[in-house]
């Protein structure tokens, strides 16, 4: 009997151990630390898996230079809808060229990623469309289904009518 008990409780435990233990996927948004022990979380989304313990992050907000593989460790947690866009680190502001202190129109992260299925308005119709890039917090490149590459372009949010 007592050994039962102890198995039972052992595999709850393993259990939980699993289910927290979620491999992350790509295009999944998640809070990263800058560094390592800097303290900074900054929102990003996962491009790419390089093991099961190390993946490639994309922070909002930032150019793809800034791109990074990290360890699962430094990812906090998996982020749904709006986040506040903390301020960039020194090296980032001095790098971009920008102070260290956002402005007003920094504070919302762009909600929507890479392969998303959108609803775009253009002159008064509404078309189908698919993520093609982040270019920034407020701007998207689509892609219309069902038109050529041509027709790709750089859309801003108030633009999207909402997902598919």
């Given at each position: 009997?007592?050994?039962?008990?102890h198995w039972l409780a052992l595999?709850?435990?393993l259990l939980v151990l699993v289910a927290c233990n979620r491999r992350y996927r790509i295009g999944e948004h998640v809070l990263v630390e800058w560094e390592a022990g800097s303290g900074?979380?900054?929102?990003a989304y996962v491009v790419d898996r390089v093991g099961e313990a190390r993946v490639v992050v994309h922070f909002d907000g930032y150019d793809s230079r800034f791109d990074e593989e990290v360890s699962v460790d430094r990812i906090k947690g998996r982020v749904e809808g709006l986040?506040?866009?903390p301020p960039p680190p020194a090296k980032v502001a001095r790098a971009v060229g920008s102070s260290e202190t956002p402005d007003a129109g920094a504070a919302v992260v762009n909600p929507?990623?890479?392969g998303d299925r959108v609803k775009v308005r253009w002159r008064n119709?509404?078309?189908p469309a698919v993520v093609l890039e982040v270019v920034a917090r407020d701007r998207l490149k689509v892609h219309y289904e069902g038109l050529e590459?041509?027709?790709d372009e750089t859309?801003?949010?108030d633009r999207l009518v909402g997902r598919r």
């Open positions: 009997m007592n050994r039962a008990r595999s709850g435990l900074q979380f900054h929102p986040v506040a866009m929507y990623k890479v119709s509404v078309y590459n041509a027709w859309v801003t949010l």
